[in-house]
């Protein structure tokens, strides 16, 4: 009996490495990977000669129909289908009222709310989501008996429960330990943003004083200190609860040391940093302004070289966006203080951080592979994503590694109407994406209806995991 698809002519790319090869669907699962002459045969074929096929990009930092983001489930997903992105992992905020923060004339947070009726929410308005996607419950105010549904949200497949340290949603150090305690009973994942909010307030309040709004007034207000700071405590606080710990968008080589000291073989405390923290240092800021703003703030040339090392050595596991939507004009302000945090990148980032990290650092496919796909779906509890294996969900990205072009907004799929990486020249571009065997996306658009569904996750069991050596 022949099965739906077969594809055929390319090169593979794994977590292991690169091989010809061709693998075969069916019913959305890949059925066979091998020999192209020993695939079964199908009713399709797909020739992809001369490309490589990567595994869809897992990425479980986005953020979309969110309270920072002016993206919808549609827009959001086709910026990820374009760019090669096939599942993504979301925000369920637990007291966020709906509206945005820059139009809302009071707060966007009520004073407690329910982590199972934000995740409902979530997924009430995901109808035209055209990747797959997860949730992390994130815990937005310090009311204890929020700690009675974490079971529940772990039964709804949400293992993952995100915390702040700062802004209005932040939370105390005695407020961590005990839901660590909770999450430890459940094993289930932690997931840190971390910078000492009353350094990061003192910071901002003397340049408001002082009036140094310029955007080169702003990283030093959200120093690698207060990153580092916050980290050390909040994974004390894991280690000590045996609590899983994943710490999210790491900028700084002072953060990296103080994850590597409690990291050990990973079945603990993982991390991930983001593309903009490996291409980009705090000089956009002069040459960007506010469009480059979000937080923590981008940093020096070394801590850029200390992510590739800390990629490289396994003491940070996962590369992710942390997508924000925001317009121009939002962006356009006098001060950087009234600026809202966060840049778009789910359609670029594939090709930005390839052409850093293949292309100028000789990094292999292998790693790519790791640290975009197979780590973040490991990490995270989605055994079906992130490789080219038997078994595995047939989410791919058919990628052209020889074709040059630049990245423009123009293209942006994403309602955010600029690019960090505008002007940029890379090589290597994505042709086409597909989600469980079908194409969702190619050069000109996302292709066919939004076809992207919740995904339930599992606990996730975190085996010692290292780097490349
Ligand atoms: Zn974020």
Redesign the pocket.
Known sequence: MAVDLRVVGGTLATAQGTLDAGFAIEDGTIVAVGDERHLPDADHTLDVAGKMVLPGVVDP???INGFNSIDTYETGTAAAARGGVTTVIN?AWQTWTGERERDATGSVWAENGSLLDAIDRQRESADSAYVDYGLHATVTAEDHSVFDEFEAVVEAGVPSFKFFTVYDVGVSNGFLRLAFERLADLDAVAVL?TEDESVCQALTEQRRRAGRGHPTDYPGARPDYAEAMALSDAVSLATETDCKYYG??TTSRAAVEELAAAREDGTRVRGETCPHFTTLTADAYEKQGTLALQSPPLRAEDDVDAMFESLRSGTLDVVST?H?ASTRAEKAVENWWDCPF?VNSLQTALPVFHEEAVNRRGLPYSFLVRVLSRNPAETFGLPQKGRLAVGADADFVVFDPTETYEISAADNASIADYSIYEGREVTGKVLETYLRGHPIADETGVVGDPRGEFRARDVPTWDPQGGMT
Do not use: A, Q, T
């Open positions: 930092h986005v953020h925000f943003h999210i968008h942390d924000v966060g």
